[in-house]
């Protein structure tokens, strides 16, 4: 008899405990709320249903940051909170259209919680499907996610997230699919007091108004304010520019806090190509240095082919020429920046071309100026051909402030003509057209013992 007494004493706490959920667990699940975040969640029509589902048409959130952590305000709608326990403990989140203020928008979402065990929750898988996410400008139709939690669901040892029909609405990018996982996070503590390794693979093609390219990978780690990264991609045509990239690498630090890249940036290319001008480049390195008031730069490569024409009449063919540069450009008074870059080509054994190049930019945001062509003065280009025997020196100028390469004037010297013309022919870099034509125009110029000087 006392087991049958047992049995229905547990039976009625159980009926009690579950209709006083139903009835009382709407006003108890706000007062918990409210207790947590000192009024600053407010929920609407909250519901418990007898399969102890909850359900709400609106939550308005509004929480102050305390230390650490950033505030949060925003809304969701439609929040419906389930479980089940077949094949294992399940929590179910499902989200209507939601925002937060600053950070972004969703249409819909849902989120399962599964954790180890009904009484385990040292550890959990968490699972999401997003649609139509937006954080800040950009927008993706859909996003799946996927975590490992543990130490009691404070840390997040693994996370992947991938996302599909990427597109960003300020500038004209977008993308096909990406995957980004991240390790190694600690719920508890300050993402400032982290180091957090990532990794950003995109998958198909990321377009955008230049061009296009393929097999993009971002790797590199978070700890605030500072982002270590390596990226590097395997083709990029750029088709506005007849340009293709093959092979690039870059290695950098970008401060968070300043949005500035540095203190030293180094970018390795395989190969740079135009079938329009004959162009292949290879062994491209390079470095640009970050410093408070100047950029510098410096880099090497190899110019495997170029062929130089007067539209289609060829003028010069350049093959295995070693180019070394460097350059600079410093940031003055009233939005002036001197730029300032010295090159070397070695043509051939017995051929070197040295040339240095001096303007003025006028821009107030110099990344900006750059992209969209800013005003340029005061610019002028020194240069020196030397072979064994002879030499040619020259500059190119704009009269005034900025003009077109066609538009520049020049002024050429050659120490000593003939021989200069003699070596330069035994080099065959000129065409056989090209090569008479410029000795008999410097011929026709001004004498200068013996050699000449052309102004044009």
């Known amino acids: 008899m006392w087991?049958?007494?047992?049995?229905?004493?547990?039976?009625?706490?159980?009926c009690t405990a579950w209709g006083s959920a139903i009835v009382l667990g709407p006003a108890l699940i706000s007062q918990a709320l409210n207790a947590t975040f000192e009024g600053s969640v407010e929920?609407?029509?909250?519901?418990?249903?007898?399969?102890?589902?909850?359900?709400?048409?609106?939550?308005?959130?509004?929480?102050?940051?305390?230390?650490?952590?950033?505030?949060?305000e925003g809304f969701v709608r439609g929040v419906d909170l389930s479980w089940q326990i077949e094949d294992g403990l399940t929590l179910t989140a499902k989200l209507g259209p939601s925002r937060i203020e600053g950070v972004g928008a969703l249409e819909a979402a849902t989120i399962k919680v599964i954790p180890k065990g009904l009484f385990d929750w040292n550890s959990a898988e968490l699972v999401a499907t997003l649609s139509s996410l937006k954080v800040g400008h950009a927008i993706a139709d859909k996003v799946h996610i996927t975590a490992g939690l543990s130490d009691n669901l404070g840390s997040l040892k693994t996370a992947a997230m991938t996302a599909q029909g990427i597109k960003n609405e300020r500038v004209d990018i977008r993308a096909e699919k990406f995957i980004l996982s991240f390790s190694d996070l600690d719920l508890t503590s300050p993402i400032e007091q982290q180091v957090i390794p990532f990794n950003l693979d995109i998958s198909g093609s990321l377009t955008g108004a230049a061009g296009h390219a393929h097999g993009i990978n971002l790797s590199g780690e978070l700890s605030s304010p500072y982002v270590a990264f390596d990226i590097s991609v395997k083709k990029a045509p750029f088709d506005d520019f007849d340009i293709i990239v093959d092979g690039l690498s870059a290695s950098s630090t970008y401060d968070l806090s300043n949005k500035k890249?540095?203190?030293?940036t180094t970018i390795?290319?395989?190969?740079?190509?135009?079938?329009?001008?004959?162009?292949?480049?290879?062994?491209?390195?390079?470095?640009?240095?970050?410093?408070?008031?100047?950029?510098?730069?410096?880099?090497?490569m190899v110019i495997d082919s170029l062929e130089l024409k007067s539209g289609t009449?060829?003028?010069?063919?350049v093959s295995d020429a070693a180019v070394q540069y460097e350059g600079s450009i410093q940031e003055n008074a009233d939005r002036e920046h001197q730029l300032t870059v010295n090159a070397k080509l070695d043509v051939t054994d017995n051929l070197q071309i040295v040339s240095s190049l001096d303007a003025l930019l006028i821009a107030s945001d110099l990344a900006g100026c750059i992209a969209k062509n800013c005003a340029v003065v005061n610019s002028l280009i020194y240069y020196l051909v030397e072979l064994p025997s002879?030499?040619?020196?020259?500059?190119?100028?704009?009269?005034?402030?900025?003009?077109?390469?066609?538009?520049?004037?020049?002024?050429?010297?050659?120490d000593n003509t003939d021989v200069f013309f003699a070596e330069l022919a035994e080099e065959s870099v000129l065409s056989p057209l090209a090569l008479p034509l410029a000795y008999y125009a410097v011929r026709g110029s001004s004498p200068l013992g013996f050699g000449h000087r052309l102004d044009f």
């Open 3 to 14: 087991v049958l007494k047992l049995f229905l004493w547990i039976t009625l706490a159980t």
């Open 43 to 72: 929920v609407r029509r909250l519901d418990v249903s007898p399969k102890l589902k909850i359900t709400a048409s609106f939550i308005k959130f509004d929480i102050l940051g305390s230390k650490g952590s950033i505030p949060l």
């Open 261 to 264: 890249l540095g203190p030293v």
């Open 268 to 300: 390795s290319v395989a190969g740079i190509s135009s079938e329009s001008v004959g162009l292949n480049i290879t062994d491209y390195l390079g470095e640009i240095h970050f410093f408070e008031n100047k950029i510098v730069t410096t880099g090497t």
């Open 313 to 317: 009449t060829p003028l010069a063919n």
């Open 390 to 414: 002879a030499n040619l020196t020259g500059e190119s100028f704009c009269e005034e402030g900025f003009c077109r390469p066609d538009q520049m004037r020049h002024s050429v010297t050659i």
